[in-house]
């Protein structure tokens, strides 16, 4: 109890050292203080980890801000080295590819040609970001925004919103499906495999889990992880598909929310994913852990259940306690793409990136010792087909989940529409491979006979129904000679009827007791 403690303030320690250091600084450099904005983030695009290491390149820089041969000059030089920040954005915000071009096509003109010069190579314009990406465009656009934005009472006619914004309390907010964040055949493209993605995930999981619900004694431990893995993707994928059916979660009406904070729900759906997020990665270590202590180290299943409360606490706690730190740090930031408010920490991402290298070593080490079991079962003149099914079954469901979810963390450190698109469907599928556990013989069998089951028990009712019926027609047709009373008739029905009943109920019971219903086996 007492390493557990100790390592969860560790952690907690690690993280707040770590995320101070991902915050926006105030420009200190002089030469760029004054442009628009006034905090910057590093490392900066050239990789200079400090504003002091920046201002000694930039001096290189001094021939072209005198001359000044393009009036956006400094704007640009300063955004290359001292990058705009914001505390809504996860990285720096660079120049837009159009402001490159349009300071370099100045300067060649006015400057560099006359004095046989080149553009410098680490200013190349082709590596910049355009539209739809966010960067910083030539200041007309922006000063004509800012007007309407921060002032929008100074046209003397009212707000006057520029394009793709709608007023909102008394400034332009950006409308949600505007093409300042995305095109629409991007947004179309996305909304398609979100749906696709998330009915696919969801009819997996929800398999897997009535499955597991029917026959729970099948999935003791060490493969009882399957299941939380399981149910941390039903959830992740039933978000996705409210997202999809009921449109961002980053906008409330037609308007795009300016700050997280503004939408609970928003918020409180980057906190969920987050949770699902860190408990899979949790859980697949806890599945690897389990085999290989089962595996090398001999544990029975009653041993490693015993043990499986500390498990669960340990999961569950460092699953929750980054949640209490993302809202107290604010790391949660509007993802235009997705729709989502999504957490931006990078320690974090490393947290689940260092469990999963964990895992991957766990899972050779158990692969080594089921070989070896193997070759101990060939020894002794006995066959090894069972374990070399559950051998390839642990390989299959191993490289499924690990590798998409590797990859889906390591594209975290970016944000462009396709890797948004290619972390998405990553993510399905490492979910998908998850439930592949119970996919085998046994559940086959299993929903055969219940499928059988129901189809006997509805036939048996509807001719016990046939029967009953038309032995109380031949009844009434074969005592109509005999002229029998009201009373008689009614009390033959009756007692017809009741007898009938009192079969089905007795016949229902058996049938439902009986060694042909199915059974939970282990």
Known sequence: MKTLIFLSVFCIVALIQNSAAERCETISLEMCQNLGYNSTLMPNRIGHLSQINADLELRIYEPLLQHQCSKYIRLF??????????EHVPGPILACKGLCEKVKENCEETFLTNKGLKWPKALNCSSFPEPPALCMQQPEEIEQIQIHYFNPE????????????LPSAGKCVPACKSKQHFDPKEVATFELWVGISSINCLIFTTFGLITFIIQPKRFRWPARPILYLTSCGFVSSTIYLIRCIEGPYTCAGNLAYEKPAESLSCVGIALILLFCDIAYTLWWTVFCLVWFLSAV????????????????????????????YVLMSNHISINHHSGFCEVTNRVLVAFQLFFMMISSVLALLTSVALKDVRKTLINAGRSPVKLERLFYRLLVISVGISVPYLMYLMFQFYHTFKLTLLKLLLRKSSIIFATLWVYSP????????????????????????????????STILRRGTEAPSGDSILMVQNKTITAEKKNTIVHVFFTRTSPSAPVARV
């Open 154 to 165: 100074d046209t003397g006619l009212g707000i006057s919103c520029p394009p793709n914004t």
């Open 77 to 86: 030089i300063c955004s290359v080295f001292v990058p705009m920040c914001s």
């Open 442 to 473: 046994k559940t086959y069998y299993m929903w055969r006979n219940l499928i059988c089951f129901c189809r006997k028990s509805n036939n048996e009712t509807q001719s016990q129904s046939n029967g009953m019926f038309s032995q109380v027609i």
């Open 297 to 324: 180290k001999e544990w029975s299943t009653e041993a490693i259940e015993k043990v499986s409360s500390r498990l669960h606490a340990i999961v569950w706690i460092f699953s929750a306690i980054p949640m209490f």
